[in-house]
């Protein structure tokens, strides 16, 4: 049987002595008195306060232990100071600890404090010495199945904040209120691991930016298939406005909250407007005002959208333009009409109800022009300012129909207003411009 040497078997019993020591209080105050360690929970430690006490920051922490007020300002003055890798595998081991706990207990506050630390030193660790110590306690193991380890290694959290925010969203009851408080833990928590992952290189990081974006998308997809579950159930025969908007508001709670999952202010938007248009095929869209009150509850999506780069979201282009074209619809005045309509244009080009629509406005323009004329005597009208306010109005009424007819050709009153205008420019003795 192998003898420890005296000197090493009193340097492992001064570290066990000292572990009991100062360990309960470490934790205590990094887990704000949640965390409480028995001797032996100490003893199994030791290694975590072996390593701390070889680090330059011990001093800072040691000094501040008895003392509640200096934290956490001491925790961040010794992280400054630096901790060795082998120091941050065990800080991410005891703050995932904490975190679970926070979670179980329902405490987000603390765990919204704890999360970041926890990501850090997990990536902290895995600079120079994960890989060492699983290629320890796996000897056996391939370079990929090492590798794979290290890149799950922020599995667990991730999934544990998985079934938080899917509690949080409230899934089965989306026309009631979401959890806003673990909602907005969530999104803390997803903030601090784009910025945490996303500021380090490493196998652990680029791992844990996949688990990430993993999580985004399988809360984006259920949240999606939660809505059109709840739509699909409605009967748009007999169903009156507030029953439609419900889901929709319900579902714009939460993701304003919950930001950045993908795909879900677009499946919001198309939902609104397949329930628009199924209400216009069974002519029940204008008796019940469902525009009036579908569309408000769908422009936060629409907002959101339009803020994104068009190159970025080329498929939100069709139904951003059907939005604002059924905006120009209930829209009282002719301009604001318009603009919903070229905004329409701009967002996809050659959008045919906005180029049919804008057609006949552009004739309505040119109408306007045409009764002033039509109520202005040739007397008098043939010099001065009379003279350039005719011609003005004509060449306004020109150039809208001659936009009408570009964007939509087969208009069926063209014709009658082209020949209008034919009428006034022989009546004033005013010649058009001759155009390319």
Excluded at 8 to 18: A, K, N
Excluded at 254 to 281: K, Q, T, Y
Aim: one cysteine or more; hydrophobic letters at 45%.
């Amino acid at each position: 049987m192998m003898v420890m040497p005296e000197a090493t078997l009193e340097h492992e019993l001064t570290i066990l002595l000292e572990a009991r020591e100062r360990l309960p209080a470490l934790a205590d105050r990094l887990s704000a008195g949640t965390l409480k360690l028995s001797p032996s929970r100490c003893d199994q430690l030791s290694g975590w306060y072996a390593s701390l006490r070889d680090d330059p920051g011990w001093p800072i922490l040691e000094a501040a232990l008895r003392s509640v007020s200096a934290w956490p300002r001491a925790w961040e003055l010794a992280r400054e100071a630096g901790f060795s890798a082998r120091t941050s595998h065990h800080n991410a081991l005891i703050f995932s600890e904490i975190v679970f706990d926070a979670l179980k207990r329902d405490d987000l506050s603390l765990a919204g404090h704890v999360w970041g630390e926890a990501l850090q030193a997990w990536v902290n660790a895995d600079e120079g010495w994960l890989e060492d110590y699983l290629q320890h306690c796996l000897p056996t193991a391939s370079a990929e199945a090492i590798r794979a380890t290290r890149r799950a290694a922020p599995g667990p959290a991730l999934e544990a904040l998985e079934q938080r925010a899917r509690r949080a969203l409230n899934l089965d009851a989306l026309t009631a209120s979401p959890d806003r408080r673990g909602l907005r833990f969530a999104q803390h928590a997803l903030d601090c691991c784009d910025r945490v992952f996303g500021e380090a290189s490493s196998e652990l990081a680029e791992g844990g930016a996949e688990l990430t974006h993993t999580l985004r998308q399988t809360l984006a997809s259920e949240l999606t298939e939660a809505l059109h579950t709840h739509i699909q159930a409605i009967n748009l025969t007999h169903a009156d406005a507030a029953e439609l908007v419900a889901p929709l508001e319900g579902f714009e709670q939460r993701v304003r909250i919950l930001s950045g999952l993908p795909g879900c202010d677009l499946a919001a938007l198309r939902a609104g407007l397949n329930i628009l248009w199924e209400l216009r095929r069974l002519e029940r869209d204008e008796a019940m005002e469902a525009p009036e009150h579908l569309l408000p509850a769908l422009k936060p999506f629409a907002d959101r959208l339009e803020s994104i780069a068009r190159k970025d979201h080329i498929e939100a282009a069709g139904p951003l333009a059907d939005f604002h074209t059924f905006e120009a619809e209930i829209a009282f005045s002719l301009d604001t009409r318009e603009a919903h309509l070229r905004r329409a244009l701009t967002t996809c080009e050659g959008h045919r109800n906005a180029s049919r629509m804008l057609s006949y406005l552009m004739l309505e323009r040119a109408n306007r022009d045409l009764l002033k004329l039509a109520a202005t005597p040739e007397l008098g009208a043939a010099i001065g300012a009379v003279r350039r306010r005719i011609e003005s109005a004509l060449q306004r009424a020109e150039d809208a129909l001659h936009e009408a007819r570009e964007l939509y050709p087969a208009n069926e009153l063209l014709a009658d207003y082209q020949r209008d205008l034919l009428e006034e420019r022989a009546r004033f003795n005013v010649q058009g411009a001759p155009r390319e």
